[in-house]
């Protein structure tokens, strides 16, 4: 049948048939968002395209259907490419997925490529150094673990934390994580739980920082101490600002 018609009167076609859809569904849009995705983006209508397929995007991600997810936030991605400024932040929000799925898959060097492209975009600290989580995972995917010790270490400058790499600085941050540590276990403390917020949600990210960084020193680096202080610095980081919580059960769950 398409082999029949030109490709103005296949467009037109899929016009039609996604705003019948759009219209007899407009109260459960959900049920058809694939459905739409596909048929405004066959119609060319650019709008639409990008209405659909950036939530379709997503929720093939969710639902880990990744070949899906990219095909989908790639056209939203190429939609927003060069468009207005307001456009920005789904721009980012579009490639960070993007990098995202990569690095679930197992394309790690994609994914590097595309959160470096990412870190040339506007964005504050706190959304870099989700970039930096990203990108220090990717080297501890790849085994390595200099290159995920340096992301990691930018990350945490981002969100005020100091990762001291070499000594004396290494050597001071160490005995006073185990000096808080004994005072700690001779006057027990204990924060109370916090409501999310900009800070808690920073306390979180600095301590995945470190959660992934014991892995890379135990299986890469064979650094016992740096694995010592990086343990200490998460379980008083998690005590003290955020009470009983996920974080510190995975800490003292070692």
């Known amino acids: 049948f398409y082999r029949n018609i030109g490709d103005s009167t296949i467009r037109s076609l899929h016009l039609k048939i996604a705003r019948t859809l759009e219209s007899f569904h407009k109260n459960s849009i959900d ?95 706190s959304r870099r150094a989700e970039i930096y989580t990203q990108l220090c995972l990717a080297f501890f995917n790849k085994g390595a673990w200099k290159e995920c010790e340096e992301n990691a270490r930018v990350g945490l400058a981002l969100l005020g934390e100091n990762l001291p790499v070499k000594n004396p600085r290494f050597a001071l941050s160490l005995a006073r994580e185990i000096i808080v540590h004994i005072i700690r276990n001779i006057i027990p403390f204990r924060g109370k739980a916090r409501e999310g917020g900009a800070d808690t949600e920073n306390i979180r990210r600095i301590i995945w920082f470190y959660l992934r960084l014991n892995y890379a020193y135990l299986l890469g680096n064979n650094k016992i101490t740096y694995f010592i202080r990086s343990t200490l610095r998460m379980l008083h980081l998690s005590e003290s600002r955020l009470g009983p919580s996920r974080e510190l059960g995975m800490t003292l769950a070692g």
């Open 31 to 125: 049920a058809v968002l694939y459905d739409l995705a596909y048929h405004y983006i066959k119609s060319g209508d650019a709008e639409k395209s990008l209405a659909y397929a950036l939530p379709a995007g997503l929720r093939a991600m969710e639902h880990y259907a990744n070949d899906e997810a990219l095909r989908y936030l790639n056209i939203a991605a190429a939609l927003l490419d060069g468009g207005p400024d307001a456009g920005a932040e789904t721009l980012l929000l579009c490639r960070q997925k993007i990098g995202e799925i990569n690095l679930r898959i197992g394309r790690n060097d994609e994914g590097i490529a595309i959160f470096n492209h990412i870190l040339t975009m506007p964005m504050d600290d």
